[in-house]
């Protein structure tokens, strides 16, 4: 089974959008293929792994991030073997806090 089939195999289809998905967990996003989608609030995205409870996923800004089911919106970055929380409802921004030093990082602006 592919990586999106598996973790996000509950997704339903946006009407009127072809390709967009809406998890009840994941939120908003659209498949682009097999393994790229893009996340509403997190933009392009590798899926990896066939896990149904979790997955890692690829940002070009963050690297190697690890969330599932019952962890979203909390992330796992490996690099720096750190959480962060996703704010969710900020309009027209993107925020994510990191655990480590406390601090809040636009993920539109600059960190």
Same mark, same amino acid.
Do not use: C
């Given at each position: 089974?592919?990586p999106?089939?598996t ?7 946006i009407? @009127?959008?072809?390709n967009? #998905?809406?998890?009840? $967990?994941?939120g908003?996003?659209y ?5 790229w ?5 997190l @933009?392009?995205?590798y899926?990896?792994g066939?896990n149904?409870? @979790?997955?890692w996923l690829w940002?070009m #800004?963050? @690297?190697w991030? $690890?969330t599932g089911k019952n962890?979203?919106?909390?992330l ?6 750190n ?12 925020l994510l806090?990191?655990y480590a030093?406390?601090? $809040?990082?636009?993920w539109n602006g600059?960190?």
């Open positions: 089974m592919k999106l089939e973790l996000l195999a509950n997704a339903a289809e009407d @009127g959008m072809p967009w #998905r809406k998890s009840n $967990w994941f908003s996003f498949q682009a293929n097999a393994n989608i893009y996340h509403a609030d @933009g392009w995205l899926v990896s066939d149904p409870e @979790g997955a940002s #800004r963050l @690297g991030l $690890w962890v979203y919106p909390y796992f970055r490996q690099e720096e073997s959480w962060y929380l996703l704010m969710k409802n900020v309009p027209s921004r993107t806090f990191r030093d406390r601090q $809040w990082i636009d600059e960190e």
